[in-house]
T-cell receptor, first 112, second 113 residues
Framework: NAGVTQTPKFRILKIGQSMTLQCTQD?????MYWYRQDPGMGLKLIYY???????DKGEVPNGYNVSRSTTEDFPLRLELAAPSQTSVYFC???????????FGQGTRLTVV | GNSVTQMEGPVTLSEEAFLTINCTYT??????LFWYVQYPGEGLQLLLK?????DKGSNKGFEATYRKETTSFHLEKGSVQVSDSAVYFC????????????FGTGTSLTVIP
């Protein structure tokens, strides 16, 4: 079972560039999430989705966009990258029944 | 609102020492509670969970009991190993939160031989 797969694992962006972080899951989960992890700050929710075609903002959505055209995929788009977006990004999914979330391996992004 | 507060680290213990990492939560109703572990360079993995009051989650020698009266879910292990060195996160989710997960800030544990 692949679970939640994120690509790329590492990326360096220049200020003002854009990129898409890919996330796919093979567990047929309706709920998907994007978190960022900054040192000593825990995980902050960026966006989440409760099913294909439905997305909503989390705690820190500014500077990001998402889409959910299929159950499996939940890409995160960064437009006009800024140094404040240097972080580790995690995608996660759950079946939405008060059970655990499954996490990808993370994408370490540096904006210079 | 919903939130999780966990013991600040870092924590350094000798092998075979007893471990406690405190976690308290604020939530409406009866959330599900989790402990996740993150090894260096990896994503978060579920360590254990509890879905109702007085439930005890356990895995790999770790335990945590869902205490509604004290809104706590403290993580314990009787004898830690070097391989337990990692960052531990307490988390909650709830149907009333739209199944969003709320995480504590994480506690870094280092076990020395």
């Amino acid at each position: 079972n692949a679970g939640v797969t994120q690509t790329p694992k590492f990326r360096i962006l220049k200020i003002g560039q854009s990129m898409t972080l890919q996330c796919t899951q093979d567990m047929n989960h309706n709920y998907m999430y994007w978190y960022r992890q900054d040192p000593g700050m825990g995980l902050k929710l960026i966006y989440y989705s409760v099913g294909a075609g439905i997305t909503d903002k989390g705690e820190v959505p500014n500077g990001y966009n998402v889409s959910r055209s299929t159950t499996e995929d939940f890409p995160l788009r960064l437009e006009l990258a800024a140094p404040s977006q240097t972080s580790v990004y995690f995608c996660a999914s759950s079946d939405g029944r008060n059970t655990e979330a499954f996490f990808g391996q993370g994408t370490r992004l540096t904006v210079v | 609102g919903n939130s999780v507060t966990q013991m600040e680290g870092p924590v350094t213990l000798s092998e075979e020492a007893f471990l406690t990492i405190n976690c308290t939560y604020t939530a409406t109703g009866y959330p599900s509670l989790f402990w996740y572990v993150q090894y260096p360079g990896e994503g978060l993995q579920l360590l254990l969970k509890a879905t109702k009051a007085d439930d005890k989650g356990s895995n790999k020698g770790f335990e945590a009991t869902y205490r509604k009266e004290t809104t706590s879910f403290h993580l314990e292990k009787g004898s830690v190993q070097v391989s337990d060195s990692a960052v531990y996160f307490c988390a909650l989710t709830h149907l009333f939160t739209g199944n969003q997960f709320y995480f504590g800030t994480g506690t870094s544990l280092t076990v020395i031989p």
